[in-house]
């Protein structure tokens, strides 16, 4: 398994057409191994009118990106890190760690 991502990180994009940019995940699909990340991977969708959306028209909306694609942005120090995990004394508790400035994420 890659180093977990959780909603609310910052992740980076690392490959593809937005490659380099920034954003908040803003859901995790662990299934498919992947991660919707707010205003990347936006793709617009043509809808027809419907009772939700009475004038039809283009719905912007993310794609979801695999997670081997991203990488997670250290809130403390702003390095993308593969973020190691530690176990803790405190009960075997595990605990993403920047390997850069050893900040515990979670
Ligand atoms: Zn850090």
């Known amino acids: 398994m890659p180093a977990a991502i959780k909603k609310g990180d910052t992740v980076q994009v690392l490959t593809g057409k937005e490659k380099g940019k920034k954003g908040r995940v803003l ?12 205003k990347i991977n936006v793709v617009k969708k043509h809808m027809k009118p419907s009772r939700q959306h009475q004038q039809g028209g283009i719905v912007e909306r993310e794609n979801p990106l695999h997670i081997s694609n991203v990488m997670l942005v250290c809130p403390k120090c702003q390095a993308r890190t593969r973020s ?19 900040e515990v994420i979670d």
Request: proline share 3%; hydrophobic share 30%; charged share 35%.
């Open 84 to 102: 190691g995990v530690l176990a803790t004394e405190d009960a075997g508790k595990r605990l993403r760690v920047c390997k850069k400035c050893k």
């Open 27 to 38: 859901s995790v699909h662990p299934s498919e191994n992947k991660v919707t990340v707010e």
